[in-house]
């Protein structure tokens, strides 16, 4: 089991105003406001950043009926059908979660409860972009790591991503899971 933390994040700020609704495919341009507040928000959340991310491979023992993978440390993975099908052949799963921790999603709150929307829609979407670049680091380095030892790899593929509790803390997290073959 590897754990990865203080990864540089790199935020791309044409993606972070894509989540607030401005794109290049819109006719729609944000106003100077937008702007000048999703760079601030941009600056405020390289602050509040704590990112986490942990990853492991795992030897599947096998599969059983109706979608469940059994996994070699005990763990047992549910999936739809078409997921199962891919496993196919598989000997292991590479299975990993990231956080940027909790302190951004406090203050987003903070910000929504004191009427700050822009502010705190800014802010969400700073916090969803830097858990996508992290998680996409993480795997790389997942990645790599198991093709040095020999594996195949296929896309990863995130069969959750959890904003809510955990742990009675509120953290943006993601899940990820690779599947492996010899």
């Given at each position: 089991?590897?754990?990865?933390?203080?990864?540089?994040?790199?935020?791309?700020?044409?993606?972070?105003?894509?989540?607030?609704?401005?794109?290049?495919?819109?006719?729609?341009?944000?106003?100077?406001?937008?702007?000048?507040?999703?760079?601030?928000?941009?600056?405020?959340?390289?602050?509040?950043?704590?990112?986490?991310?942990?990853?492991s491979l795992?030897?599947?023992?096998?599969?059983?009926?109706?979608?469940?993978?059994?996994?070699?440390?005990?763990?047992?993975?549910?999936?739809?059908?078409?997921?199962?099908?891919?496993?196919?052949?598989?000997?292991?799963?590479?299975?990993?979660?990231?956080?940027?921790?909790?302190?951004?999603?406090?203050k987003v709150s903070?910000?929504?409860?004191?009427?700050?929307?822009?502010?705190?829609?800014?802010?969400?979407?700073?916090?969803?972009?830097?858990?996508?670049?992290?998680?996409?680091?993480?795997?790389?380095?997942?990645?790599?790591?198991?093709?040095?030892?020999?594996?195949?790899?296929?896309?990863?593929?995130?069969?959750?991503?959890?904003?809510?509790?955990?742990?009675?803390?509120?953290?943006?997290?993601?899940?990820?899971?690779?599947?492996?073959?010899?």
């Amino acid at each position: 089991m590897k754990i990865i933390k203080d990864l540089k994040l790199d935020l791309d700020k044409e993606e972070i105003l894509r989540y607030q609704g401005y794109s290049r495919n819109k006719v729609k341009e944000p106003n100077q406001n937008i702007l000048r507040i999703t760079e601030e928000e941009i600056n405020r959340g390289y602050s509040l950043f704590k990112p986490q991310g942990i990853y492991s491979l795992i030897r599947i023992k096998g599969s059983a009926l109706e979608g469940r993978i059994n996994l070699e440390s005990g763990l047992i993975f549910r999936f739809a059908k078409s997921i199962i099908k891919q496993l196919k052949g598989a000997s292991h799963l590479l299975v990993g979660v990231v956080t940027i921790g909790d302190l951004l999603e406090k203050k987003v709150s903070e910000l929504f409860s004191q009427g700050e929307y822009p502010r705190a829609l800014a802010l969400d979407a700073v916090g969803t972009v830097a858990v996508e670049d992290f998680s996409r680091k993480v795997r790389k380095l997942a990645r790599q790591e198991v093709i040095e030892q020999g594996f195949k790899t296929s896309r990863h593929f995130s069969p959750v991503i959890v904003a809510g509790r955990c742990l009675n803390k509120k953290l943006s997290l993601k899940v990820f899971l690779q599947i492996i073959s010899e």
